[in-house]
């Protein structure tokens, strides 16, 4: 099982980023028994959830900081997950990482760093 990461990079504040998370050695049937999620650690802090949802969409989170600007998705014939992130703050840098979590089992990508920067 892998989670890869793609899609960060340097932004200025108020930018947009679109985060994609390819998961690779899922059956679809599995896959969509993962509830997939993004967290973000910056230096010096402790990782934190960013947001999660489950197949069913019956779970959708979100870190109260990014409600409104970030914006999580799945599709699950293509086993990957997405993060838009819209109206980019400083505060917003961190490394992101994909996650996908059964309860049971849990998987995390290698991360993708995101710095928001004038």
């Known amino acids: 099982v892998q989670l890869v990461e793609s899609g960060g990079g340097l932004v200025q504040p108020g930018g947009s980023l679109r985060l994609s998370c390819a998961a690779s050695?899922?059956?679809?049937?599995?896959?969509?028994?993962?509830?997939m999620g993004w967290y973000r650690q910056a230096p010096g802090k402790e990782r934190e959830l960013v947001a999660r949802l489950s197949s069913s969409g019956g779970e959708l989170l979100y870190l109260d900081s990014v409600k409104g600007r970030f914006t999580i998705s799945r599709d699950n014939a293509k086993k990957a997950a997405y993060l838009q992130m819209n109206s980019l703050k400083p505060d917003d840098t961190a490394v992101y990482y994909c996650?996908?979590?059964?309860?049971?089992?849990?998987?995390w990508g290698q991360g993708t760093q995101v710095t928001v920067s004038s």
């Open positions: 050695g899922f059956t679809l049937l599995s896959f969509t028994t993962y509830v």
């Open positions: 996650n996908a979590d059964r309860g049971d089992r849990k998987y």
